[in-house]
């Protein structure tokens, strides 16, 4: 890939003055125009919480199926909360028809999630197993979150400096705090399967909303799509102490396509990840890998309309109609379940 992931010192804008804080939107600008992609350090989740969160991540998805079924994903997309068992979900790119849908899923992803949210959000209430099945977890999940959602909050406000957004910016436009927060467990997998694409760990896609956090551990595996050639892909290895943030394609419609909805997926991970097993006998096994996704997307009344500094009438014309958020990710979510 021509260029890679960039690093960027958000404590500079956490922490910094009006220079540093207008240094540092440039560079999420350049970061996001070019890859789409940017790792932060210094972000403000501190590395004893994100380590904890992945212990109960572990705690929880090590609980029998039937524990966990206790808190299960409703039926269809609409109703994003609880635990979906493997096989269950299956992320697709922009395809929404009936018949596309049905052929996606017959290469299923291996992987089991949990999803929270905001504890006000009415429309998607969370849905958590019995406090004694996992005492602390929906405490400790319900304290990750608003972590998580301040940071998303900074960088908006970073993202406002960077096209110019009045005050009181993006992070307005996100005030109820819609986010998700999504536990994510591959289990152990045989090299194979993934290698020869009998079953993959997700799938190519990119992410629906504005913007996504994501933690993961470091077995690896994930790749983002080159932007300048569609169909190759390049790891986004792990980097200790840091969160990856990237547009989603509501942001990206948003920003007139300034800023990259880059397509990504997992699978294997890169040669100098660790694959255990006997070799010799060609059954090499893909360890069990952990990720935490953080998705943000804005208030649901929020008219999605090209950012006033994004368009012109001259070169730069408004390339979409207006949709809201609401009807923008209701469209999304309906093609990740069957109904
Ligand atoms: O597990 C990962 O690293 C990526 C997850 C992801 O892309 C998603 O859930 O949208
Ligand atoms: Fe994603």
Not at 44 to 67: H, I, N, Q
Not at 194 to 218: E, V
Not at 302 to 320: F, H, Q, R
């Amino acid at each position: 890939m021509e260029r890679s992931i960039p690093i960027v010192d958000f404590g500079l804008f956490l922490n910094g003055g009006k220079e540093e804080r207008e240094q540092i939107a440039r560079e999420l600008d350049d970061a996001f125009r070019s890859v789409g992609f940017v790792y932060l350090r210094n972000h403000g989740v501190s590395r004893k919480m994100v380590g904890r969160c992945f212990e109960w991540s572990k705690a929880f998805f090590d609980l029998p199926l039937k524990t966990k079924m206790l808190a299960p994903h409703p039926p269809g997309g609409s109703h994003h909360r609880g635990y979906s068992a493997p096989g269950v979900e299956k992320v697709s790119q922009h395809k929404y028809g009936v018949e596309e849908i049905k052929k996606d899923r017959e290469i299923p992803d291996y992987k089991e999630s949990f999803e929270s949210g905001n504890v006000n959000d009415s429309a998607q209430p969370n849905i958590w197993l019995p406090e004694d099945e996992l005492p602390g977890f929906k405490e400790f999940m319900e304290t990750y979150f608003t972590e998580c959602a301040e940071l998303i909050h900074r960088i908006l406000d970073a993202l406002s400096i960077a096209l110019n957004v009045p005050e009181p910016g993006l992070s307005s436009t996100h005030s109820h705090s819609l986010f998700q927060l999504r536990l994510l467990h591959y289990p152990a997998i045989d090299a194979e399967q993934l290698s020869q694409n009998k079953r993959s760990r997700i799938n190519a896609h990119s992410d629906f909303g504005t913007l996504t956090l994501l933690f993961q551990d470091n077995v690896g595996g994930l790749e983002i799509e080159d932007p300048h050639q569609p169909g190759a892909f390049c790891p986004a290895e792990p980097i200790q102490d840091t969160v990856l943030v990237n547009i989603g394609d509501l942001m990206a419609r948003w920003s007139n396509d300034r800023w990259r909805s880059t397509v990504h997926r997992v699978g294997l991970p890169g040669e100098n990840r660790q694959v255990d097993g006997d070799r010799g006998l060609g059954r090499a096994v893909v360890p069990d890998r952990y990720s935490i996704p953080v998705f943000a997307t804005a208030n649901m009344d929020t008219v999605i309309d090209a950012l006033p500094s994004c368009w012109d009438e001259e070169g730069n014309l408004k390339k979409y109609e207006p949709v809201t958020a609401w009807g923008y990710v209701q469209m999304r979510m309906a093609a990740l379940y069957d109904s």
